[in-house]
């Protein structure tokens, strides 16, 4: 995830609690589907998730759809991988020295836009 800036994760980081808030809303999932096109257009969060390469990932979504994916790789649905992928996102922003309050206060920005 080194090619990835500070700035996208955290906004990753708050699309991914959006998400998890708003299980079910529309909008809040297309916007982090979107999120994820834009910076993670080959695929190697994702992949790293699944424990593939990136060329492995972008093959195998050809060939299956994304849930079929999930589900073979031990996820039971998107909204589990997006928990798991709110965490990786976590945990790579505090390896970059971000602060536990911050990263925190990250995600309850989202909460509050939300609401």
Known sequence: MKRLSTKS?????????????DVGK???????ER?????DRK???RADLLGMTP???????KKRSFDE????????????FTVALRGRLR???????WSRQRV????????VTTS
């Open 9 to 21: 994760i955290s906004s990753m980081l708050v699309a991914t609690a959006t998400v998890i808030g």
């Open 26 to 32: 529309l909008a809040a999932e297309r916007h982090f």
């Open 35 to 39: 999120m994820l096109r834009k910076h």
């Open 43 to 45: 695929g190697e969060l």
């Open 55 to 61: 060329l492995e990932f972008r093959d195998a979504v």
């Open 69 to 80: 994916l999930l589900k073979a790789h031990g996820f039971k649905g998107r909204y589990e």
């Open 91 to 97: 945990d790579e922003l505090l390896h970059r020295g």
């Open 104 to 111: 925190n206060a990250c995600m309850e920005r989202s909460v």
